[in-house]
């Protein structure tokens, strides 16, 4: 795996999983952007003679090249959000806890962080033709901390995801009973 920074590490935590979402997401949004990429080029085709007759008077031709210009602008502005949002949302489970990492628009991020011997129920779910097709869903995680549940939301291979959580949650619990009784013993 590579190199991950890992926010507020604790000693000899390593990395088990590192999970964005399922690249078929990325795609979807893309294609939809390009669709709408696509409307100046119809619009141009459906209608020629009005959009020529706007193009040859000097206003025309300049407020048509600005309208162009800004709706191509702020079309790779909503790209680039969909891009940021996929790459940005993480979530990390490492040998100690869950970390999940979410990215709401440009300037904003939630992070949220649980124990993994808190974990109380990990559950897969995938729903629709394409998530079954594809094999990617959800996966929520039921804890006994301040923040109730963590979804993992859209990512690939779920069952395996809450599968390997929960034998690491339970491998956790038992780690921290045994220690317990091997301090209650000192």
Known sequence: MRKFYLPHAL????????????????F??????????LIPI???LLLPGDLQRAAESTVGYALLALGISLYYLYLWLFIF????????DVWIVTNERIINIEQRGLFS?????????????????????????LRYGEVRIQTAGEKERFNFRQVPE?????????S?????????????EHDQLQ
């Open 42 to 44: 119809a619009l141009g």
């Open 158 to 166: 779920p069952n395996d995801i809450a599968r390997k959580i929960s």
């Open 11 to 26: 000693p000899n935590e390593k990395i088990i999983l590192l999970i964005r979402r399922h690249w078929f997401v990325l």
């Open 28 to 37: 979807i949004r893309l294609m939809l952007w390009a669709a709408i990429g």
């Open 81 to 88: 959000n969909a891009f940021v949002d996929y790459y940005l």
């Open 109 to 133: 991020r939630i992070a949220a962080e649980q124990r993994l011997s808190r974990i109380q129920d990990v559950a897969a779910e995938t729903v629709g033709f394409w998530p079954t097709f």
């Open 168 to 180: 690491l949650a339970q491998l956790k619990r038992h780690y921290e009973q045994v220690k317990e």
